[in-house]
């Protein structure tokens, strides 16, 4: 990125960084040869202290600790007697030529070769510190001369070349320092940049993430500094703007459910009219009819008006019973009819259903097996339970084929109980076996009208499980169709 945050930072860290290392380095050569200079003459003020508060008179007056000092400042002594004939203590090999040198500078003859970088005269002992150039070997010196307390002379000297040496080896050393510190700290300084930057990167995403509402999005970096402050403002504020998104979502979703509530409602009133005038026609056309031939007097003798009028009392009780099954249903499916939960023995229930619709299923020949002797103890409305249980056993004895077979039975799975009644007979067709549940639908309409159905009796089957929050459903199998729904179990 041409205007990279990241960029602006380590360009200008380095930039810095190389700008302050180049200015030590011109410090370095312009002063370094200097500040060594001014530390050598101290080194030279401390070895004349050293000698002054000695009071040597002979070599054998010199410590050894002093004989280190001078070896390790690389300094040569010379230290004569007061009338600069005789020499006390040396260390150096140079000490004859250092003596006439000191003989020449004490008597003035060396004047033109030497300039007083410092002097200081006592009550008792005075010094010169110098540059001296010795012309014969082209050699610089840095060197103190001065009178002690006892009267004899001394010459130290230190050689300057050493000096601008070791500035120059110290100013190479440090100028390929700073090449590696400029290219090291560099790296850094990308490294360190990088991980200021990151934050704002991902800032950055976040923010472009939050403008396509993907509320998910979360700053997860931390910190305490300012940018940490903005991440959490950042992940309030996507908190804040999904909340509100999600209550105009929901109030969006409700209103269309509101709309497609009220459309289901109307196409289920219109649904409604046209099944139960359909339903309704029929018995209301033969008791009509037959109410006109009882009137008209068409057939005189006692036995046709009796037929008569056990059609229309047959009519009339379909009609009443259709009724009465749609008020059923229709308190079922707006909630209308209190649901009460409660614990029970379910095979106790279906025994029951099986003994009140005992002249039923002699009627129709039917073998129906229960194999469940021990108690099965669920939870639900045992009321409707039981409506459930007549309902699946009335119709599979309407649709009773074959083997004459009706199977009833009770597993346990994962703490739910499954209740089936199979019978033998037809498979229900696939593409209606879903249709089913749906009111007035008839799968086989003249045998529906033959028994006197109305289409309704597994529409209340799954009103009833829908209210227990349970399941219900039906299976094809070879030989006939098991039907089945589930209860909570009771431990």
């Not at 001014?38 to 070599?59: E, F, G, P, R």
């Not at 010199?62 to 230290?79: E, G, I, R």
């Not at 700053?219 to 300012?226: A, Q």
């Amino acid at each position: 990125m041409k205007y990279s945050v990241k960029r602006k930072i380590a360009v200008t860290f380095i930039a810095v960084m190389s700008a302050a290392l180049l200015a030590i380095a011109l410090l370095n050569y312009a002063f370094l040869g200097t500040y060594y200079t001014y530390q050598k003459v101290d080194t030279l003020k401390q070895a004349w202290n050293t000698l002054n508060q000695m009071n040597i008179q002979n070599s054998g007056d010199v410590p050894s600790a002093f004989t280190q000092f001078c070896s390790t400042n690389n300094l040569k002594v010379v230290v004569v007697n007061s009338v600069l004939d005789q020499r006390i203590y040396r260390n150096t090999i140079d000490s004859e030529v250092m003596q006439i040198r000191l003989a020449g500078i004490v008597l003035g003859l060396e004047q033109q070769n030497t300039r007083v970088l410092e002097k200081s005269e006592r009550e008792d002992c005075s010094y010169e510190i110098q540059n001296f150039h010795e012309t014969t070997m082209n050699i610089d010196y840095l060197q103190l001369v001065g009178q002690l307390s006892n009267e004899n002379y001394c010459m130290i000297q230190y050689p300057t070349d050493s000096i601008d040496d070791a500035a120059a080896i110290s100013n190479q050393f440090y100028t390929y320092v700073g090449i590696v510190t400029i290219i090291a700290g560099a790296v850094v300084i990308w490294i360190v940049a990088s991980r200021i930057v990151r934050p704002i990167k991902e800032l950055t995403d976040i923010s472009k993430r939050m403008a396509a509402l993907d509320f998910d999005a979360r700053y997860v970096s931390g910190g305490e500094d300012e940018i940490g402050e903005l991440g959490n403002n950042f992940n309030s504020m996507s908190d804040k703007l999904e909340l509100a998104i999600s209550e105009l979502k929901t109030a969006n979703a409700e209103l269309q459910k509101d709309i497609e509530k009220k459309t289901q409602i109307d196409e289920m009133r219109r649904e409604f009219l046209s099944n139960v005038t359909h339903e309704l026609k029929t018995p209301l056309a033969l008791i009509q009819g037959y109410a006109e031939g009882l009137k008209d007097n068409i057939n005189e003798d006692q036995e046709s008006r009796d037929f008569y009028c056990d059609v229309i009392v047959d009519e009339a009780s379909k009609m009443n019973e259709m009724v009465k099954k749609l008020l059923n249903l229709n308190q079922l499916e707006f909630g209308n009819d209190q649901v009460t939960m409660e614990r029970f023995d379910l095979a106790e229930v279906i025994r029951g259903v099986l003994q009140s619709s005992g002249i039923l299923i002699e009627q129709k020949k039917a073998k129906v097996v229960f194999n469940q002797s021990d108690a099965v103890m669920v939870w639900g409305d045992e009321f409707k339970v039981e409506e459930v249980i007549t309902n699946y056993l009335t119709n599979a004895l309407n649709h009773l084929d074959y083997d004459h077979v009706i199977e009833i039975s009770c597993r346990t799975e994962n703490n739910v109980v499954v209740t089936t009644v199979f019978n033998t007979g037809d498979p229900i067709p696939e593409e209606d076996i879903d249709k089913i549940w749906i009111k007035f639908y008839k799968v086989d309409k003249a045998r529906t009208r033959e028994y006197g159905g109305s289409g309704i009796g597994l529409s209340i089957v799954k009103a009833i499980m829908d209210s227990l929050n349970q399941k219900c459903g039906a299976d094809n199998y070879e030989n006939g169709v098991a039907f089945w729904f589930t209860l909570e179990k009771s431990s």
